[in-house]
């Protein structure tokens, strides 16, 4: 597949914007790709149509050809479609118990997943009760028991003769008398959706209050995931999802078409059999993963990092001249703020380096806080006083410290580092020369 992408790339080959015949040549690849990873076809035709619009006419990005950058809008959509960041499992406050109720087809993955969900619980000082609510295979209650006790965890349990919604409302009087904080419900699926399953599953919440109901999918059964997680969400409502079995070859696309058709975020994917198998979800790995186009992604990834390191280059150049002016602080502060992080180049910047020690969190608010109050200070100059800060006399200062709403003491001291950095780097030849961090950046 990416030998085709490339030869698509190398058939695009204007500059500038993304013409629509660029998108379009990259989102015919785009969807195959997206099928083949068993995305569904409704979902992958809506999130073409998504992503066309609003690809044509953006700018091509320095070091990208057209189709990387459709690509790269593609990514970025996909992040962003799954959720853009992980989600946890949300607990009752304080010593409240959480009831969490595990609902999936047979064979999903519920019973094993209930325990990996315990161990993580556990590690984090809580006690959960694990409830055998599957009746129907006998195996299964034995089957949660022996993974209960793998974990060293309770596991509740009364036989097949109980209703399920019975067997619930009874852990929870053992759980409130037995110290518990978290029970799981580990409920039986069917091998197709099924109205006495959500039935069963709707008189367990009449029974109980269910805090959080967790759909568990095998990502192998592709663009079935669709009609299951659009059944279970009608039925009886989720609030979030685990894709189990994503150690197999599948690329996954379930993931994708569960979130787009029922909103619900995945909290966490299935890796593997063994009990501790179980990965918080990533949203950009998991589009990684669908796309299948990892060495294009990473290509993608170069271009951004070496363009931050044509301009870390530029800069370090004007440091190592004491060139380096008040504009160039501004510039830099603009580009950290689009790494996302303050610490990683923090230590590279004029003054900011002698501050970097004194602070214990770089990333903290108090340091946001400071930079936003030098930001105010670089806009009250003029631009010459900014290119050229030897201009700044008394009189400039205190203007300068009406303008940012600061004492003419804030003034004096971060153009007193200012100067101190720029000496520094005088004396230093060499110290600002090579390649900044591993991937060239700050
Ligand atoms: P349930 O019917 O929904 O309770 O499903 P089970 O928990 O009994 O799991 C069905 C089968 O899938 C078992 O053989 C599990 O070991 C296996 N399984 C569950 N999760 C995973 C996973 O993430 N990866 C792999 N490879 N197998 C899994
Ligand atoms: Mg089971």
Do not use: W
């Not at 609510?133 to 209650?141: E, G, M, S, T």
């Not at 003419?408 to 101190?420: L, T, W, Y």
């Amino acid at each position: 597949l990416s030998e085709k992408l490339q030869n698509v790339f190398k058939n695009l080959r204007s500059k500038g914007r993304l013409t629509e015949a660029d998108v379009k040549a990259a989102l015919r690849e785009v969807k195959m790709a997206l099928l083949e990873a068993d995305v569904n076809f409704k979902v992958v035709k809506g999130f073409i149509k998504d992503v066309q619009e609003r690809a044509i006419g953006q700018d091509v990005m320095n070091g990208l050809n057209p189709g990387q950058m459709v690509i790269k809008i593609v990514n970025e959509e996909l992040i962003r479609l799954m959720g853009s960041e992980t989600t946890e499992i949300k607990l009752q406050p304080g010593s409240a118990i959480t009831v969490i109720m595990m609902a999936g087809l047979q064979g999903a993955g519920k019973t094993t997943t209930t325990a990996k969900l315990a161990g993580k619980f556990k590690l984090k000082g809580k006690k959960p009760l694990l409830v055998a609510c599957d009746v129907y295979r006998p195996a299964a209650i034995k089957q949660l028991e022996i993974n209960g006790e793998k974990q060293g965890v309770e596991v509740f349990s009364m036989g097949n003769k109980n209703k399920p919604a019975d067997i619930a409302k009874a852990a929870m009087e053992h759980a409130a008398k037995n110290g518990n904080n978290i029970v799981i419900l580990d409920t039986a699926g069917r091998l197709h959706i099924d109205e006495d399953m959500m039935a069963e599953l709707q008189e367990i919440k009449e029974a109980v209050t269910v805090h959080q109901t967790i759909l568990v999918v095998d990502a192998m059964t592709g663009q079935d995931a669709v009609n299951v997680a659009s059944s279970f969400n009608d039925k009886i409502g989720i609030d979030g999802v685990i894709v189990t079995k994503l150690d197999g070859d599948t690329r996954g696309g379930a993931a994708l078409s569960i979130k787009a058709v029922t909103g619900r975020p995945i909290l966490y994917v299935g890796m593997g059999e063994k009990l501790s198998d179980l990965e918080q979800f990533y949203p950009d790995r998991m589009a990684s993963r669908i796309l299948g186009m990892g060495d294009v992604l990473s290509l993608i990834e170069k271009a951004g990092a070496e363009l931050d390191e044509e301009k870390a280059k530029k800069m370090a150049d004007k440091m190592k001249k004491a060139q380096f002016d008040f504009e160039d602080y501004l510039d830099s502060m603009e580009q950290m703020r689009k790494m996302g992080g303050l610490s990683s180049i923090m230590g590279m910047m004029p003054g900011m380096g002698n501050m970097a020690g004194k602070m214990p969190d770089l990333d903290s608010e108090e340091s946001e806080k400071k930079m936003a109050q030098m930001e105010a200070m670089i806009f009250s100059m003029t631009p010459e006083e900014r290119r050229n800060p030897d201009l700044l006399n008394p009189s400039r200062k205190h203007r300068i410290a009406k303008g940012a709403g600061v004492d003419i003491a804030d003034v004096n001291r971060m153009v007193k580092q200012f100067n101190e950095s720029r000496k520094m780097m005088k004396k230093l030849p060499g110290l600002m020369g090579g390649k900044g961090g591993k991937r060239g950046r700050f």
